[in-house]
């Protein structure tokens, strides 16, 4: 028997005292399955992360992501960093739900960290990847609900013949699908503007300060268009966390440097308003 919700709370008495289930839980699932714990991700209001970009340059990779989390159509964070040395030559950025994504990133870095202590060398750059497939794929019940995680993977790859062609990228998605991508990719839900403005910007053989310039410019243009993506602050001194992976190493890009970056942008978007 189904209720008449049409009858209001008269239908939801003759539910109650007809005959059938005595299931408290059955007739709160017809009556207000609302109420219930475990219900489908998407009624949850969940912290998410937004637009990670990364490109490959002539010493390597950079990777950026913007600072804002939301939650609904509420900004719920507006500093939240979205991206992090995974270990001394990789790095890995998160796009979906927040809470899950930066715990699954606490242990991916242990995880590498615990592999090179027990064999005594690290994991090859495609090995890397494929054990953060895996631990994806290991959130597969949860995506289904709601609560997906798609990171962006990118490193030096210390075994590549060529150290100009040694920055490589690995996007993923729900189900632990690991795909390398050529020379840029984006994730989240500014992708796609972001995606589009590196297909214009990137060339092959950047140096540094160009891949840097063209990974904030992505990320600009995505919150130009992408209310979840949040575009540079410069009056809370709010930049994207941008970091490398070189030859020698992870590095984070310090914010007085990104500030000359997102001022130069700014100033080449005031002569060009329609640019």
């Not at 990847?129 to 995680?149: D, K, P, S, W």
């Not at 600009?220 to 020698?248: F, K, L």
Request: proline share 4%; net charge negative; aromatic share 6%.
């Amino acid at each position: 028997m189904s209720i008449d919700r049409s009858a209001g709370v008269h239908g939801i008495l003759r539910y109650a005292t007809a005959p059938g289930s005595s299931s408290f839980t059955e007739f709160v699932r017809a009556a207000s399955p609302d109420l219930l714990p475990n219900r489908s991700a998407e009624h949850l209001s969940v912290p998410h992360g937004t637009t990670i970009v990364a490109a490959s340059y002539d010493e390597g990779v950079v990777m950026a992501g913007d600072r804002r989390a939301t939650a609904g159509n509420l900004i719920a964070q507006r500093d939240i960093e979205k991206v992090f040395a995974a270990d001394e030559y990789s790095l890995v950025g998160i796009a979906g739900a927040a809470g899950i994504a930066v715990e699954i990133v606490r242990l991916y870095q242990v995880e590498l960290e615990h592999y090179e202590k027990i064999e005594g060398t690290q994991l090859t750059l495609d090995g890397k990847a494929n054990r953060l497939a895996t631990m994806i794929r290991g959130n597969l019940a949860e995506a289904l609900q709601g609560l997906a995680v798609v990171p962006l993977f990118a490193g030096f790859d210390l075994d590549a013949p060529d150290p100009a062609s040694a920055g490589r990228i690995f996007s993923f998605d729900v189900t632990g699908g690991r795909y390398p991508e050529q020379y840029y990719h984006s994730v989240g839900s500014g992708s796609l503007f972001a995606r589009g403005a590196l297909k214009k910007l990137w060339r092959p053989g950047l140096q540094r300060a160009e891949a840097l310039r063209v990974v904030v410019e992505a990320l600009y243009d995505a919150a130009d268009d992408d209310s979840a993506t949040g575009g540079p602050d410069i009056t809370r001194r709010i930049y994207p966390v941008v970091m490398t992976a070189t030859a020698a190493g992870a590095q984070r890009i310090v914010n007085d440097e990104l500030d000359t970056i997102v001022r130069a942008i700014i100033a080449d978007r005031e002569a060009r308003p329609g640019a």
